[in-house]
């Protein structure tokens, strides 16, 4: 579960220093199949991870608004900001907390109940879903994304 969590940072980092090749204006640009832009979908990944991680240890969620963090080094501030709290809680898992049971209330009113674990590999999945976006968006605009291969990376060794 950590290394997945660690590659995930490591990635993102990569995609920080990939967008500061890149106009702002094109981070900013809405695009095909995603929930925004690019620098966007940044900002919607860091925001997702931290409010699954809030909810699991029983604290408010709330949303923050795209709006106010319309650059990088705001998304960045964002990420560092919150990524104490999502490493803490990440570097303290153990297995025993896999099977915990979480119950949440859909919008339409149901309860749905799942494992800790099935969250927080959903938090895992969803930015690599995203991280694909990246990447199809970044040869749209002509640039070479960044790798999103886990081998090679040293991640089993920390």
Known sequence: MQMLFRYNWMVREEWYRWCEEVEEK??????????GGILHTLFHII????????????????????QEYQSLQKVRELDAKFRKEVEQFVSAWEESMDNQLFQDTM?????????????MRHAIAHEIHH?????VWARELGKKPVSANLIGRNLASK
């Open 26 to 35: 094109d981070l900013l640009v809405d695009r095909t199949g995603g929930v």
């Open 47 to 66: 925001d997702v991870e931290w409010s699954w991680i809030r909810l699991l240890q029983g604290k408010s969620d709330f949303q923050e608004n795209f």
């Open 107 to 119: 919008p339409d009113g149901r309860i749905v109940t799942d494992t800790w674990g099935e969250v």
């Open 131 to 135: 991280i694909g976006q990246l990447s």
